[in-house]
């Protein structure tokens, strides 16, 4: 089974991650591994996952020059992750280094996604960075390069998934996170959707954090999401 929702690991403490893993069910879910967990803990919690049955996506955004990027894929990649990201922003001969890195995984090789516009992101702030095109159209060009240099898919918002798999076709794969039941708290997130929502958008894999991991109860909060994908 590969599961659409993807439980992203936010948490400062080993102990609380591994708890929560605990009573998880692989077939449901599969498991985010961030930039804060992975400095904290490192390949050792990832290896413990992928133990576990979990597929996991190391999410560490890899953007540097086309070698180390190259490189750095190789590596998570020995690691047996599912997926894993780099961003767009960091160019064609970026992607395509990475692309060309993974090639001899064959049957073991990880999804490669590109990150376009972080979901924390509105216009403002993306003009204070210097790109003064709508935000729309950034992520539209930035998930047309990712599709050109090779990748097999891009981290959106849910609200730019029906432009981008109009763009870059049906199975160019979406990753959206900012999914909110309408009772949670948005938290720093701007670009949010429902996980119904979401995938009536055409999102192929949901990635869901805090609703989940600052629940009281979250494998209530888990099963609760996990209802709202059902229509």
């Given at each position: 089974m590969n599961p659409r929702l993807i439980i992203a690991l936010d948490y400062e403490s080993k102990q609380e991650a591994m708890a929560l893993v605990d009573s998880l069910d692989p077939s449901?879910?599969?498991?985010?591994?961030?930039?804060?967990?992975?400095?904290?803990?490192?390949?050792?919690?990832?290896?413990?996952?992928?133990?576990?049955d979990f597929n996991v996506f190391l999410d560490l955004k890899f953007h540097d020059i086309p070698n180390t990027v190259a490189n750095a894929?190789?590596?998570?990649?020995?690691?047996?992750?599912?997926?894993?990201?780099?961003?767009?922003s960091g160019g064609f001969e970026?992607?395509?280094?990475?692309?060309?890195?993974?090639?001899?995984?064959?049957?073991?090789?990880?999804?490669?996604?590109?990150?376009?516009?972080?979901?924390?992101?509105?216009?403002?702030?993306?003009?204070?960075?210097?790109?003064?095109?709508?935000?729309?159209?950034?992520?539209?060009?930035?998930?047309?390069?990712?599709?050109s240099a090779g990748l097999d898919g891009i981290v959106c918002s849910a609200r730019e998934v029906r432009a981008i798999k109009?763009?870059?076709?049906?199975?160019?794969?979406?990753?959206?996170?900012?999914?909110?039941?309408?009772?949670?708290?948005?938290?720093?997130?701007?670009?949010?959707?429902?996980?119904?929502?979401?995938?009536?958008?055409?999102s192929d894999y949901l990635v869901v954090g805090r609703p989940i991991t600052r629940a009281s109860d979250p494998v209530m909060a888990l099963h609760l999401i996990l209802q709202e994908m059902i229509f």
């Open positions: 449901v879910c599969a498991l985010k591994v961030g930039n804060e967990l992975f400095t904290r803990w490192g390949t050792e919690l990832v290896s413990w996952l992928i133990r576990r894929c190789k590596a998570a990649a020995d690691l047996g992750v599912w997926m894993l990201n780099v961003h767009a970026m992607m395509t280094a990475a692309v060309l890195a993974l090639e001899e995984y064959k049957q073991e090789k990880p999804l490669l996604i590109g990150v376009s516009v972080l979901t924390s992101f509105d216009s403002p702030q993306l003009e204070r960075i210097g790109v003064l095109k709508p935000l729309a159209t950034q992520v539209m060009d930035l998930a047309q390069l990712a599709k109009n763009l870059c076709g049906v199975n160019f794969i979406a990753v959206t996170p900012g999914i909110r039941s309408e009772t949670n708290a948005i938290d720093d997130q701007v670009r949010v959707m429902t996980p119904k929502n979401a995938l009536q958008e055409g």
